[in-house]
């Protein structure tokens, strides 16, 4: 089902002595096309279960819109709008059994929507089946690890046949192995089914691996959404350049002059068409190409192997942050003894801010 998000805002008062409004939500305009995985990505507080919340019905938006497909839900409770939700935490009853947790939101249907005993049992098994967890029916939720309660959530959340599906930090409390075994497998599962999904994370790598589209959110505001080899490709501005990316990006002091880029006062590039002016350049790790006769000439801290690859860690006095990475092939560099070394930048891994708005400049 598509979904729309008109100028949602949502404003919380605090009462008492310290009364304040806090604008969780912040004019959050989105259309989500029908059948797609979208990743609502921000750090902690910047309203993303907020806007989940909004979204199933457990908040009501202070002003603005949503629609499911052409229906206007923003006043319909939760029970109506055909949306399975898994919370941050997940709360599975512990006195239940898997099975029964699983059953619990169909017997709670009423009037037309009610289902018979062999109707719950065969969405039940068929929930199961999809999360794999069909040996596990019988336990408890203590008797399971977290990665399986997690697909239990999950398993609760689908059986109602959502028209929506949202995940809030669905895999927030698995090791760094299940958590990528899990991620494939809501993947696997959202593909399966097709229910448009919203799963949120503050992990950049997750969003970024199995969306369709992400959302870059900073205190309350979408800051960019598209796909994610887009906007990791093309950021509006510095917030998402360094949000995304492992390693993060490199962060400059710089300025243009005549067209041309300096990091400091060393010219790496020509060829721009900004005023001039101070700027932050921002560097992808894999835009260095070390190069004897390179413009960009820094001192060689340290070099970690990495593999097939290495970083190459350096020092640089424009440089925002006491050290800088490049990721470059590993027979790249042969003297990681060396006291400098020389690169020369990729421009398409170039990106150029304004120094008070912190927006791009080289758009593409
Ligand atoms: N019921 C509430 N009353 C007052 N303020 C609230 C309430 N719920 C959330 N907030 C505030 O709204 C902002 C957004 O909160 P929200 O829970 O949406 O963030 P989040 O992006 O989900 O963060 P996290 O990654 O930590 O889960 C925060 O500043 C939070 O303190
Ligand atoms: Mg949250």
Do not use: W
């Amino acid at each position: 089902m598509k979904i729309s998000l008109q100028k949602i805002t949502k404003v919380f008062f605090k009462a008492g002595k310290n009364a304040q409004e806090v604008k969780a939500v912040d004019d959050f305009d989105l259309e989500i096309p029908d059948g797609q995985l979208v990743g609502l990505l921000g750090p902690s507080g910047c309203g993303k279960s907020t806007t989940l919340n909004m979204l199933c019905g457990l908040e009501e938006p202070t002003s603005g819109k949503i629609y499911f497909a052409d229906q206007d839900v923003t006043a319909l409770p939760p029970e109506l709008r055909g949306v399975g939700m898994v919370f941050q935490n997940y709360a599975l009853y512990p006195h239940l059994s898997v099975k029964k947790n699983i059953l619990f939101p169909l017997e709670n249907l009423k009037g037309k929507a009610a289902l018979s005993k062999k109707e719950m049992e065969n969405r039940m098994m068929e929930a199961a089946k999809l999360v794999q967890i069909i040996d596990l029916l019988d336990r408890k939720p203590k008797e399971l690890s977290g990665g399986q309660q997690q697909r239990v959530a999950i398993a609760r959340a689908l059986v109602k046949l959502p028209n929506v599906l949202l995940l809030d930090e669905p895999l927030s409390n698995l090791d760094a192995r299940l958590r990528l075994q899990t991620r494939e497998e809501i993947r696997k599962i959202q593909r399966a089914t097709k229910i448009t999904t919203i799963f949120v994370t503050h992990d950049q790598e997750e969003a970024m691996s199995i969306c369709d589209q992400i959302v870059v959110m900073n205190e309350g505001r979408i800051q960019q959404a598209g796909k994610p080899q887009d906007v990791y490709d093309d950021p509006t501005n510095l917030f998402v350049a360094k949000f995304l990316g492992n390693p993060p990006i490199n962060v400059f002091a710089a300025k243009i002059k005549d067209g041309k880029l300096y990091l400091g006062e060393q010219m790496v590039m020509a060829g721009y068409d900004i005023a001039d002016q101070d700027v932050i350049a921002a560097v992808r790790p894999e835009g260095f190409v070390i190069d004897e006769r390179g413009p960009f000439r820094v001192r060689l801290q340290s070099v970690e192997i990495m593999g097939r690859e290495i970083s190459v860690v350096a020092a640089h006095p424009a440089c925002q942050s006491d050290t800088f990475r490049a990721i470059v092939q590993n027979e790249q560099l042969r003297d990681h003894q060396q006291d400098n070394i020389a690169f020369s930048l990729k421009k398409e891994k170039v990106f150029i801010f304004d120094v008070s708005e912190e927006s791009r400049l080289d758009r593409r």
